[in-house]
């Protein structure tokens, strides 16, 4: 599988993954064909303002008054000026930051538990024979192929069973199995020399220190770039919570924005003013971790929807 | 957003000979025991075959039986389900809104990341911020999008109505009508994903290796010949594997339609996965939604299928 499939370069340090994530790679511009720069300027500036403008409109009209945002003709700059009184509708009166709060809650637990325990199974299937290892990984490639959508029906019924609706953990464990970071990991754990762990269980180290304290710390880049993907799916669910939490106090933020629907009416700009606060912290992650999320994009292909 | 791996990452050292693995300390001074690797791998398995394997299996057999959702039901209807599924005409309305979707979104998604990352990788001034405006969008959750566009397309006050009235269109009802209403979700996916396609092509252009466009220059050819006869030839793979990417993740489209249609109007914009959502949890038919959910599930293994083959013959 991983003969066929790999198509993109590799992350070796300083190879192409690795010029992408840092930003320029200007080295190699006399060698590029030469559109006419003005040409591309032009093009480049218009595209980038048109995939730009959904999210300034956004903006601007969480910082009108309803009654702003309601007036014809639309205007970028309103009459009477700016105010943030959306923000604070949204922050004091709506659920929203208790929604935030429970998708960093269980986004949390989902990344931390699933990171360890995919990254210990993929050591296990990289370092160990035990009886079935083989037939256990390839259960595990195959059910890549599971779309998670299909699954609404039988685990709702399981978690029914279970007396897990409207609870986080309804939430969190079916978001715990992620068969695609095992792979990624375990094609990680290949590459990393023997000879290190070799040396280590010469002194005496048993396997699960030797993991603990000389493969992961060795896999810092690529932990990373998981734990990143990860978190980012888990905070951007929308089917699996949406079917498994009806109590408005438990949902998570993508589901509750979408299904509840506040009694003051039509709120045009307490609507975009809730978006700009939901869309912010991803924003903010990704400008703290630019680097992280491009290079685990283009090196494996990780975070498709 | 889920995740898909079609690239295994290596860590640019030697890779070890997967014949032989190491022996997970048996007989030796070590915590683990003989049996080391299974310690390793069970905390995973158990979470994989209880929320994967488990409900896989029992969905294919409740898709047998007549179960509901409030727990009345559950005989074995034999293939039932899957006949009544095969002569509803809602089915095939959403199977092929569907196709109709996937490829309606899969062409502009191919075509316009290629362009930005064609024009990214210029090298001109300003790279972050060519990044960060084509990516962004990428990493809203899906909420903040459907509210974006539902507000972009309203049919007064929307900025895109606004727009088109200035050069004498519309009023639209983008989301309203038949016609149009499909268009506006594939207009808000290509926002939403297109960042993503786009890295892909950035990493494939990084890749194509400057001496290639030396030969080129020095044969003389010019700017337009060379993106028709080195460029695009050599992002061929990349974009065989945003194509079969982009295919698969367009076809079990969900979230946004529900949020920004709901299906409607009249069904136009309903999905297989909304219309399985719709037996189950408001028609209360878990058997009938599960036989569906299979149906939908066996076109996505054979077209994984098809797709592992195709790259297999390509590296052959």
């Known amino acids: 599988m991983s003969s066929t499939t790999s198509t993109l370069p590799a992350s070796a340090p300083g190879g192409r993954a690795d010029r992408l994530a840092r930003s320029g790679s200007r080295e190699s511009t006399s060698a590029r064909p030469r559109l006419p720069r003005a040409v591309g300027l032009v093009a480049l500036v218009v595209m980038a303002a048109l995939w730009l403008v959904p999210l300034v409109w956004a903006l601007v009209t969480a910082l009108k008054t309803e009654a702003q945002a309601a007036a014809l003709p639309l205007r970028w700059l309103p009459e009477g000026?700016?105010?943030?009184?959306?923000?604070?509708?949204?922050?004091?009166?709506?659920?929203l930051p208790l929604w935030m709060l429970n998708s960093a809650i269980t986004s949390i637990i989902i990344t931390a538990v699933t990171v360890l325990i995919s990254a210990m199974a993929a050591y296990g299937f990289s370092r160990t024979t035990f009886r079935g290892r083989k037939v256990l990984f390839a259960l595990t490639i195959a059910a890549i192929m599971v779309p998670p959508q299909i699954l609404i029906v039988p685990l709702f019924r399981e978690m029914l069973a279970l007396d897990l609706v409207d609870t986080y953990w309804g939430i969190i464990l079916p978001q715990l199995v992620a068969p695609v970071m095992v792979f990624v990991l375990k094609n990680f754990f290949d590459a990393i020399p023997v000879e290190l762990e070799e040396a280590a269980r010469m002194d005496g180290a048993g396997p699960?220190?030797?993991?603990?304290?000389?493969?992961?710390?060795?896999?810092?880049?690529?932990?990373?770039?998981?734990?990143?993907?990860?978190?980012?799916?888990?905070?951007?669910?929308?089917?699996?919570?949406?079917?498994?939490?009806?109590?408005?106090?438990?949902?998570?933020?993508?589901?509750?924005?979408?299904?509840?629907?506040?009694?003051?009416?039509?709120?045009?700009?307490?609507?975009m003013a809730g978006a700009i606060i939901a869309a912010l912290p991803l924003l903010i992650i990704f400008m703290l971790f630019q680097r992280q999320i491009i290079k685990g994009v283009a090196t494996t292909g990780l975070g498709g929807q | 957003m889920t995740t898909a791996a079609q690239v295994p990452a290596t860590a640019g050292t030697r890779p070890r000979d997967p014949s032989a693995p190491v022996r997970g300390g048996s007989g030796r001074s070590g915590s683990g025991g003989g049996n080391a690797g299974l310690w390793f791998t069970l905390p995973f398995l158990v979470v994989f075959a209880g929320f994967l394997l488990w409900p896989v299996v029992y969905g294919l057999y409740l898709a047998f039986t007549d179960a509901s959702l409030t727990g009345a039901g559950g005989d074995l209807v034999g293939f039932g389900n899957f006949g009544e599924a095969l002569g509803d005409p809602l089915v095939w309305r959403t199977l092929l809104n569907t196709v109709y979707f996937t490829i309606a979104s899969t062409i502009p998604l191919v075509v316009i990341p290629l362009v930005m990352a064609l024009l990214v990788h210029l090298g001109l001034p300003g790279q972050w911020l060519w990044r960060l405006a084509f990516f962004a969008p990428y990493l809203l959750p899906v909420t903040v999008v459907s509210l974006t566009w539902v507000w972009i397309f309203q049919p007064q006050l929307g900025l895109l109505n606004d727009w088109l009235g200035a050069v004498g269109i519309g009023p639209v009802l983008w989301l309203q009508q038949e016609s149009t209403a499909m268009w506006g979700i594939v207009i808000a996916t290509v926002w939403w994903t297109a960042g993503f396609n786009f890295l892909l092509y950035l990493a494939g252009l990084q890749g194509i290796p400057g001496h290639v466009y030396e030969a080129a220059a020095l044969d003389g050819a010019g700017p337009w010949r060379v993106l028709r006869s080195v460029t695009l030839p050599m992002l061929g793979r990349t974009t065989g594997l945003v194509v079969v990417l982009q295919l698969l993740s367009s076809l079990k489209v969900f979230d946004q339609i529900y949020q920004m249609t709901t299906g409607g109007p009249n069904n136009s914009t309903r999905s297989v996965l909304l219309y399985v959502y719709d037996q189950g949890f408001s028609g209360y038919r878990l058997g009938y939604a599960s036989a569906i959910a299979n149906i939908f599930f066996l076109i996505i293994v054979v077209l994984s299928i098809a797709q592992l083959r195709l790259f297999n013959r390509r590296e052959a």
């Open chain 1, 81 to 95: 000026g700016f105010t943030l009184d959306s923000f604070r509708t949204v922050l004091t009166s709506s659920n």
């Open chain 1, 208 to 271: 699960f220190r030797i993991f603990w304290q000389i493969v992961l710390p060795l896999s810092r880049s690529v932990l990373a770039a998981v734990s990143i993907f990860v978190f980012i799916g888990a905070w951007n669910n929308f089917l699996w919570p949406f079917i498994v939490v009806n109590d408005p106090a438990l949902m998570t933020m993508p589901v509750g924005l979408a299904t509840v629907r506040n009694a003051f009416g039509v709120t045009f700009a307490a609507d």
